[in-house]
């Protein structure tokens, strides 16, 4: 089944822009509206969405086992909740509804709209959301920073994936402005807090799973189970001011200083869509414990970038890094997750860390790229930045490629505004 709708030589009647990142291989799902209609759910295609719901309604999904109009909701929840065998099933269909002469293909226009005529969504309902720490290169640089005289990696980092609970109530799609937040912090080390707007700004570029199947209480997910609940992932830009979250982070880590905002791309890019780009994760020397072992590759090369667009100004490329650099990969962390008996929801987030790579140009976040504002970054107008300034617009993109076959996620845009 996934196999037919990997085939590089899939051939559909929608018009693709060369280097699209959304081929008929891809069909990422979200959630759109038209302006004299409801939220829907949509499958992405080239420059186009495809309407599921009026396919639904005109029965051209029959057959799946799909009862109820699950396409005509405000989130993909009650579409992810029916499970892996429903999510390929509709897949499959989608992907030969959309090949050249298929029965959709002379009303074309009934149920494809362009994109440029429509808004998009936040696509799930996130009821938890939980970030890790989990790229060894980010964290080493980290701690080189903060412990300067000390080993790098906490003595618990290489034994399970670090992670803390975050605030779903702030997650938001690309496109959504976000304002400078404020808080307390010490810039002086021999004087009192103070407050106000933050003044170390910074992106960190991260992408999400995002599960689509429950888990009852008590129960531990299995990595060899884990994928079974993971509907897709996302690019995910965790917000950080860092100056709020230094001085609040001791001793239970990070809270105002990470929970004004984080940003997600538009589309879900599944599993079965990635399966093309599996590849191993990096060597775990010790060997970890017998839970957090797997017996196949969880990791996806997927091509990361960062850039910064100041106002009015031009788009500068500031990093280039790849998903498959992370230590610990996503099976592991929602097995680490479950193991105490921790139940997993519909809809639930989870970011991956921080990815960083090796070389300088590869650090996923401002206070690596300026080892915090020690080495300013220049920028193509001749302006420096150690972190964010008021109307920047940070934007990440993700690919996969392979063999001639792009899968992409689109991107994930946001301008920071000055603080309300």
């Known amino acids: 089944m996934m196999a037919e709708t990997h085939d590089p030589n899939l051939e559909t009647f929608v018009s693709i822009p060369e280097n699209s990142d959304f081929p008929i291989q891809n069909l990422p799902y979200g959630i759109f509206s038209k302006s004299d209609a409801d939220k829907a759910v949509g499958v992405r295609i080239?420059?186009?969405?495809?309407?599921?719901?009026?396919?639904?309604?005109?029965?051209?999904?029959?057959?799946i086992g799909?009862?109820?109009n699950v396409f005509d909701r405000a989130y993909l929840n009650d579409f992810m909740e029916m499970g892996k065998n429903y999510w390929q099933k509709t897949?499959?269909?989608i992907s030969r509804l959309l090949r050249k002469g298929s029965a959709i293909e002379a009303e074309a226009k009934r149920y494809l709209y362009p994109i440029s005529s429509l808004e998009v969504h936040l696509p799930v309902f996130v009821r938890d959301y939980t970030d890790f720490y989990s790229s060894e290169e980010h964290a080493t640089n980290v701690g080189k920073m903060f412990r300067p005289n000390g080993d790098p990696l906490l003595p618990n980092w290489k034994h399970l994936p670090v992670g803390y609970h975050g605030r779903a109530s702030s997650i938001i799609v690309s496109g959504t402005d976000i304002h400078r937040p404020k808080g307390q912090t010490k810039p002086k080390e021999d004087e009192p807090p103070v407050f106000g707007p933050s003044q170390r700004m910074?992106?960190?570029?991260?992408?999400?799973?995002?599960?689509?199947?429950?888990?009852?209480?008590?129960?531990?997910?299995?990595?060899?189970?884990?994928?079974?609940?993971?509907?897709?992932?996302?690019?995910?830009?965790d917000w950080s001011a860092r100056d709020l979250q230094k001085w609040e982070y001791v001793p239970l880590g990070p809270f105002l200083g990470k929970n004004f905002a984080s940003s997600i791309s538009p589309w879900i890019v599944t599993l079965d869509a990635l399966e093309p780009f599996r590849t191993a994760s990096p060597k775990q020397d010790p060997e970890v414990l017998p839970y957090l072992k797997c017996n196949a590759n969880h990791a996806f090369d997927i091509n990361l970038q960062v850039y910064l667009q100041p106002e009015a100004g031009k788009e500068n490329l500031i990093c280039r890094s790849n998903f498959k650099h992370m230590y610990w990969n996503i099976a592991q962390q929602l097995a680490h997750h479950t193991v105490n008996g921790c139940n997993i929801g519909v809809g639930?987030?989870?970011?991956?860390?921080?990815?960083?790579?090796?070389?300088?140009?590869?650090?996923?976040?401002?206070?690596?790229?300026?080892?915090?504002?020690?080495?300013?970054?220049?920028?193509?107008?001749?302006?420096?930045r150690k972190f964010l300034q008021d109307n920047d617009t940070v934007i990440m993109r993700g690919y996969a490629q392979k063999d001639g076959l792009r899968i992409g996620f689109g991107e994930v845009r946001t301008k920071l505004l000055p603080t309300k």
């Open 202 to 237: 910074d992106f960190e570029l991260e992408m999400a799973f995002i599960t689509g199947t429950a888990s009852e209480l008590g129960e531990a997910i299995t990595t060899q189970e884990a994928e079974n609940h993971i509907f897709g992932m996302v690019l995910f830009n």
């Open 348 to 384: 639930d987030m989870y970011g991956s860390g921080t990815i960083s790579g090796k070389t300088e140009d590869s650090f996923g976040s401002m206070l690596e790229l300026s080892w915090a504002g020690t080495k300013p970054l220049k920028l193509n107008d001749g302006s420096e």
């Open 46 to 63: 080239g420059d186009h969405v495809l309407d599921l719901s009026k396919l639904y309604k005109d029965k051209h999904l029959d057959g």
């Open 91 to 93: 897949r499959l269909r």
């Open 66 to 68: 799909i009862h109820d």
